[in-house]
């Protein structure tokens, strides 16, 4: 069966880096994409990017772009988002969701488990 | 790229029907066949739906649909059940080759 399974929760202070990994399983995992999916606390879902894992391509969102590159480890089937100078307002629950392997739709089948980043001084 | 709209909250009763709207431009929901729909309750990861406009995942209750028109996507739930009571998201393939979602709708069964 289909498995995206994250790295655990991190706590990290302002202007410091995180790295969330999602290790999939189940499926052939340079067949598909990974976008990553943020929600802060008490608010609604934000798109942030997508990763083809065929041929690495690439895609943020405006807002996040310079501060996020997302990485794919083919060998281990795992994608990898980081995300640099985080502020406050990046506090949120980090998904990963398997997507299409050449655009971007927003066809996200199965889901990580969330991935909590807080960040606090 | 601004979110999507829908409404805050709908209800209904139990067995009802209803339909949640969310409405973009013609850069987005408009312009593409690429409009999704997410189940979250809780605490859980966001639930796909229906997906490209009208189509459900296997698995997905037949009770659930999808439909367009013009810059307006809508979500429609026949016999509503108890277990439907979460919140709904929609989401759009945009011109720019993103990806936007609309800011939640809650669905109270009463």
């Known amino acids: 069966q289909v498995q995206l399974v994250q790295s655990g929760a991190e706590v990290k202070k302002p202007g410091a880096s995180v790295k969330v990994s999602c290790k999939a399983s189940?499926?052939?995992?340079?067949?598909?994409?990974i976008s990553w999916v943020r929600q802060a606390p008490g608010q609604g879902l934000e798109w942030m990017g997508w990763?083809?894992?065929?041929?690495?391509?690439?895609n943020y969102a405006q807002k996040l772009q310079g501060r996020v590159t997302m990485t794919t480890d083919t060998s281990t089937s795992t994608a990898y988002m980081e995300l640099r100078s985080l502020r406050s307002d990046d506090t949120a629950v980090y998904y990963c969701?398997?997507?299409?392997?050449?655009?971007?739709?927003?066809?996200?089948?199965?889901w990580g488990q969330g991935t909590l980043v807080t960040v606090s001084s | 790229q601004s979110a999507l709209t829908q409404p805050a909250s709908v209800s209904g009763s139990p067995g009802q029907s209803i339909t949640i709207s969310c409405t973009g431009t013609?850069?987005?929901?408009?312009?593409?066949?690429?409009v999704s729909w997410y189940q979250q309750h809780p605490g859980k990861a966001p639930k796909l739906m229906i997906y490209?406009?009208?189509n459900r995942p296997s698995g997905v209750p037949d009770r659930f649909s999808g439909s367009k028109s013009g810059n307006t996507a809508s979500l429609t739930i026949s016999g509503l059940q108890a277990e439907d009571e979460a919140d709904y998201y929609c989401?759009?393939?945009?011109?720019?080759?993103?990806?936007?979602f609309g800011g939640g709708t809650k669905l109270t069964v009463l």
């Open positions: 189940g499926y052939t995992f340079t067949s598909y994409g």
């Open positions: 989401s759009s393939y945009t011109s720019s080759s993103h990806v936007v």
């Open positions: 013609s850069s987005d929901v408009g312009g593409y066949n690429y």
């Open positions: 990763i083809s894992a065929y041929n690495g391509n690439t």
């Open positions: 490209e406009v009208s």
């Open positions: 969701a398997r997507a299409r392997v050449a655009v971007a739709v927003p066809n996200f089948d199965y």
